[in-house]
């Protein structure tokens, strides 16, 4: 019954052609909307859906990418690792790592609709009750904090029960949970034992940083727990699965355009005391430039890397820096591209003695593993890589300030699984991610083409505390598996992190090695009302222009100590109310 009135509504709004998704520019006719959202990513298309909720608003949605529907490796939840370098990533690369003695940094970026949550890993963590509570002090808006968002994140989240059904109580705290919303959150079906038996044992034995936690998204994020992720139903829910239905593309006020570039923001001839309003987004489709108008906001939602990139070619950030690149300044924004913030990721490999199957070195599993998923959403290829995750914390007396928000808070992350890769023996992988780092970096550009790659400087490991949260890691993944429960399967640790033992000997390994965990942010951070500094005020509006929001990660402050998704769905939520109250009264 469900499914034949999914079908009809379907087959009525094709027929009629209501659904204004616009595969390129020369299809779209409309000029002027009340709202262009920039990037049809993460955060643009939680604005996107949630104004177009209000009929009377015309929204235009721009996307350089193409449609998410029908690609294959964003909808198989463990397919993920295979988009990195397809048509759907931006393949920037970081520029020459000083700690790394030079190395890049391969720096992906997702390219279509639902941005980088169509491409990322799904690990769904909401950050700490610090983390947040830190974006109010640093702003001084209490809206930012934990209590003030906590609605945000229910009003995302639709949690669902593994598609196996199997029982999870004591897997996940109930009652902190939405189950209504929209991104479909759940926790892995078919558990990969003995090696999360062992995992979870382990954590029961040693205690300490390593102690269960029941939940991490109640805003505490220490020891051991099982992860959740954006797997819900079985396929991947990304924002354009979740917030970008065939049902909501079928409102008549919201306009889709793909596979088209915003190459810069132009500004209207009026100005008021809030400085000049820029409305006017300059795009490039079909090898053609074309203007759109917003006449109530633009919003830039092309994320960490995409947004201040526009705003520099649009003449908008530090006006030196872009005289010297042939630009001409527009609006005196130093703070832009600045702070740039990232979590650093190591990797290390242990042989493992068991007799787990390993769906990736046989295909005639993957096959079945495929058939099963195709038909009901269940088995291996419907969950993340992982079903736990950890979070610890440097000893107490560090020779530098907590470089955490506070103590529920980790300093570094690990992700526990069996290697998927074809190898000769079975391996178990440790997913290290260093979540409280006090490095900063830079964005910049060095030259006035809107189509060059900007120059992405996350200057990794520029800090003692950074490295030393490394070390830490590395030691205590050695001790997690020197527990009595992984004995007779975990046989030995591989090189090139094998050996390295005193703090040189880490150091070489943690230069030569690490990657990065995708979270770039901080590059249009939030700050109060009138700072000297910074780029969006809390209300994410650009400092010194009229008519101009920035809603993705960059506006972060700091980034929160997990992985991003969530709280980036959180800002989204608040922005497009924050939106709806200024224009709706
Ligand atoms: C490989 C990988 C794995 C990850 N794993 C996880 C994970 O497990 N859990 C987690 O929480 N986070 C993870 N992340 C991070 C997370 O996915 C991102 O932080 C988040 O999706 C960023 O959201 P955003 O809205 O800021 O930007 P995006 O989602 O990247 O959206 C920006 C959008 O703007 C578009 N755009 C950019 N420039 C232009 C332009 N000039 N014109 C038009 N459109 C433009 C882009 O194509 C994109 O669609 C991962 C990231 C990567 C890359
Ligand atoms: C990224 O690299 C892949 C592989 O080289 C390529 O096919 C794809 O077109 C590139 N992406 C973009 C957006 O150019
Ligand atoms: C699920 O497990 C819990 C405890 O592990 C148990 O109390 C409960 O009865 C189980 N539920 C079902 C439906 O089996
Ligand atoms: C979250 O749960 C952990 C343990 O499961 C508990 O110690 C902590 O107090 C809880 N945090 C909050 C903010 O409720
Ligand atoms: C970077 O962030 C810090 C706060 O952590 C702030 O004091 C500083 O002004 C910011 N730098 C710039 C250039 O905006
Ligand atoms: C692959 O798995 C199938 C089914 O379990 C098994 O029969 C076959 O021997 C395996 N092939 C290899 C090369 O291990
Ligand atoms: C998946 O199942 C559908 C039918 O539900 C079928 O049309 C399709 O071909 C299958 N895909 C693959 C790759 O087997
Ligand atoms: C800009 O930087 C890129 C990458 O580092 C480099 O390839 C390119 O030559 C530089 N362009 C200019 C004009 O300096
Ligand atoms: C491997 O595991 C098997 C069964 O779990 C055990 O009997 C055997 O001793 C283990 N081998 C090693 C080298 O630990
Ligand atoms: C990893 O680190 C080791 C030093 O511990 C180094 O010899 C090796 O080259 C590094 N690997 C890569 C891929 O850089």
Redesign the pocket.
């Known amino acids: 019954m469900p499914t034949f009135t999914g079908l009809l509504i379907l087959s009525i709004f094709v027929t009629s052609g209501l659904c204004a998704v616009y595969q390129q520019l020369s299809d779209l006719k409309q000029d002027r909307f009340d709202f262009v959202v ?7 298309a939680v604005v996107a859906s949630r104004l177009s909720e209000v009929e009377k608003f015309q929204v235009l949605v ?4 193409p449609s998410n529907e029908g690609v294959l490796n964003s909808q198989v939840p463990l397919l ?1 690792f295979d ?2 370098h397809t048509p759907y990533d ?1 393949n920037f690369t970081t520029t020459p790592q000083k700690f790394a003695n030079g190395r890049t940094v391969s720096y ?10 169509s ?7 909401r950050g700490t009750t610090d983390d947040y509570d830190r974006w109010a002090r640093v702003t001084g808006d209490p809206g930012w904090s934990w209590d003030q968002m906590f609605p945000y994140f229910i009003k995302n989240e639709r949690f669902m029960p593994p598609t196996d059904g199997r029982n999870i109580t004591g897997e996940y705290d109930p009652t902190i949970h939405g189950y209504d919303g929209m991104t479909r959150v759940s926790l892995v079906n078919e558990v990969q034992n003995p090696f999360e038996s062992n995992v979870f044992a382990a954590a029961d034995e040693l205690g300490g940083n390593f102690q269960f936690n029941l939940d991490m998204n109640n805003g505490t994020l220490l020891g051991t727990a099982w992860v959740q992720g954006t797997n819900g139903g079985g396929e991947r829910s990304s ?1 354009a699965t979740a917030y970008l239905t065939r049902q909501i593309l079928g409102r008549k006020n919201l306009h889709v355009l793909l596979n ?4 810069r923001i132009q500004r209207s001839k009026t100005s008021s005391s809030d400085g000049p309003e820029f409305d006017k987004v300059e ?1 490039v489709g079909n090898g053609w430039p074309r203007l759109f108008r917003a006449t109530k906001e633009v919003i830039l ?6 947004s201040p ?2 705003l520099f070619h649009s003449g908008i950030g530090d006006a030196q820096e872009l005289e010297s690149v042939g630009i001409k300044p527009r609006v005196n924004l130093p703070s832009l591209g600045k702070n740039l913030t990232d979590h650093p990721f190591l990797l290390m490999v242990f042989e493992a003695n068991t007799t787990e199957p390993n769906i990736f070195a046989n295909s005639t599993l993957l096959a079945e593993a495929f058939e099963e998923w195709n038909s009901s959403r269940t088995g291996p290829l419907a969950n ?1 890589p992982s079903a736990n995750i950890i979070y610890g914390r440097l000893p107490t007396n560090l020779p530098f300030d907590d470089p955490s928000p506070g103590p529920n808070t980790g300093h570094w992350e690990l992700v526990l699984s069996l290697n998927r890769r074809p190898t000769a023996t079975p391996q178990v992988i440790a997913a290290i991610s260093i979540v409280s780092p006090t490095s900063r970096g830079t964005l910049t550009i060095n030259s006035s083409d ?1 189509f060059d790659s900007p120059l992405i400087d996350p200057t990794f490991f520029a800090t003692p505390g950074d490295i030393a949260i490394a070390r830490d890691a590395v030691r205590n993944v050695r001790k997690f598996f020197a527990a009595k429960s992984w004995e007779g399967y975990i046989t030995s640790e591989t090189p090139p992190s094998a050996g390295a033992d005193s703090d040189d000997e880490l150091d070489a390994f943690i230069s030569g090695n690490f990657t990065t ?5 901080c590059t249009a951070m939030m700050s109060p009302k009138g700072a000297d500094y910074g780029v969006v005020d809390p209300d994410l509006k650009v400092k010194g222009i009229r008519g101009l929001r920035i809603v ?3 506006v972060m402050p700091f980034l929160i100590s ?5 709280g ?1 769905y959180a800002i ?1 939520e608040r922005a497009a109310d924050m939106i709806k109250q200024d224009w709706m009264s």
């Open positions: 920039v990037g049809g990513g993460t955060a643009g721009i996307e350089a990418g993920a988009i990195q931006w992906s970026r997702g390219f279509m609709l639902g941005g980088t949550s491409t990322d890993l799904m690990v769904f963590t924002s088209t570039r915003t190459t795009v939602s092309a994320g960490s890397i995409g990139h526009i993340i809107p965990t995708w979270h770039p942010g993705d990660a960059s997990g992985h991003l998704l969530a980036i989204g």
